[in-house]
């Protein structure tokens, strides 16, 4: 009873209702195997098993369960490098998410308070940021990889721990996910209103308190509106970049499949992407909502 009065029950049951009409939708336009004998040239019956459908090679939800529950029940496995357990390659791909969405933060952040404090910095470098920020991981890779083709740092026993790939791979990150973070910090920074500069100002406070006591607490909700937008990018773009370097992670095994034609497995990284995903997201809207409340 106290659960019910705690959580709303058409919270729980409305996407659930949701979930199961997408479950029936797939269903329908899911193939099925057909079974039929027919005689062949020599007059001998065979069994020939065709699949009809909307979408013929698409498995069913009980096929995709079947073929790929192995990956879900024994979900930290490791079996070989590019054969283990969903959460152990979303572990290896959140890994890398993290660190390049630190860069983007760090990197991106600065950079928005520049742009909303300064016009003259905004005049020069806005048509540049303009003009790289729809650019696609799948340009900006490449690219890394000849930034970073020298660097190689290897252990003890002679082996690489981090290669160029690994460079290239977070600069792509960290370069595709810091842009909602530079503008809505920008944005933030804009909209202070100029009462709690003057404030400032009648306070004899320095530029550094200004910044930390007005500045940063002022444009806090639009930081972490950016930043919640950045760790969304930085989650998407782990795939391209998983799937062009051939790491191994959620984005890597999605494209082996791809190639090995399991369309199951397909499904089953693409479900794993999505729900983390959204487990990312509200992890930080959480976070946003403490920094909100102190």
């Given at each position: 009873m106290k659960f019910l009065q705690r959580f709303k029950l058409d919270s729980v049951l409305l996407p659930l209702a949701a979930i199961?009409?997408?479950c029936l939708i797939w269903q329908m336009i899911a193939g099925k195997s057909v079974v039929s004998t027919k005689v062949d040239d020599w007059g001998d019956k065979v069994t020939v098993t065709k699949r009809l459908g909307i979408s013929k090679d698409l498995p069913t939800p009980v096929e995709t369960?079947?073929?790929?529950?192995?990956?879900?029940?024994e979900p930290?496995?490791?079996?070989?490098?590019?054969?283990?357990?969903?959460?152990?390659?979303?572990?290896?791909?959140?890994?890398?998410?993290?660190?390049g969405y630190f860069l983007a933060l760090v990197i991106g952040t600065p950079i928005g308070f520049f742009l909303g404090l300064s016009k003259r910095f905004t005049t020069a470098f806005d048509p540049v940021?303009?003009?790289?920020?729809?650019?696609?991981?799948?340009?900006?890779?490449?690219?890394?990889?000849?930034?970073?083709?020298?660097?190689?740092?290897?252990?003890?026993?002679g082996r690489t721990t981090f290669g160029a790939s690994d460079a290239a791979a977070l600069f792509t990150i960290a370069i595709c996910a810091m842009w909602p973070t530079v503008m809505n910090t920008?944005?933030?920074?804009?909209?202070?209103?100029?009462?709690?500069?003057?404030v400032a100002k009648v306070?004899?406070?320095?530029?550094?308190?200004?910044?930390?006591?007005?500045?940063?607490?002022?444009?806090?909700?639009?930081?972490?509106?950016?930043?919640?937008?950045?760790?969304g990018i930085a989650w998407l773009v782990i795939v391209a970049v998983e799937m062009l370097t051939g790491r191994p992670g959620v984005g890597g095994f999605l494209w082996q499949q791809y190639n090995a034609n399991s369309f199951a497995h397909i499904i089953l990284c693409?479900?794993?992407?999505?729900?983390?995903?959204?487990?990312?997201?509200?992890l930080m809207s959480v976070i946003e909502g403490r920094f909100k409340s102190v």
């Open positions: 199961l009409v997408c369960w079947n073929a790929s529950k192995l990956y879900v029940l930290f496995a490791k079996r070989g490098e590019l054969d283990q357990g969903i959460l152990r390659f979303s572990w290896l791909s959140l890994k890398l998410v993290a660190q940021i303009q003009i790289l920020r729809p650019v696609s991981p799948l340009a900006w890779l490449p690219l890394g990889m000849i930034l970073f083709s020298g660097v190689q740092v290897m252990d003890a026993n920008a944005v933030g920074v804009r909209a202070v209103p100029q009462d709690y500069l003057n306070l004899k406070l320095s530029k550094s308190k200004t910044l930390w006591k007005v500045l940063v607490p002022a444009t806090l909700p639009y930081m972490f509106t950016g930043f919640r937008l950045s760790l693409i479900l794993a992407i999505g729900v983390i995903g959204y487990v990312l997201d509200r």
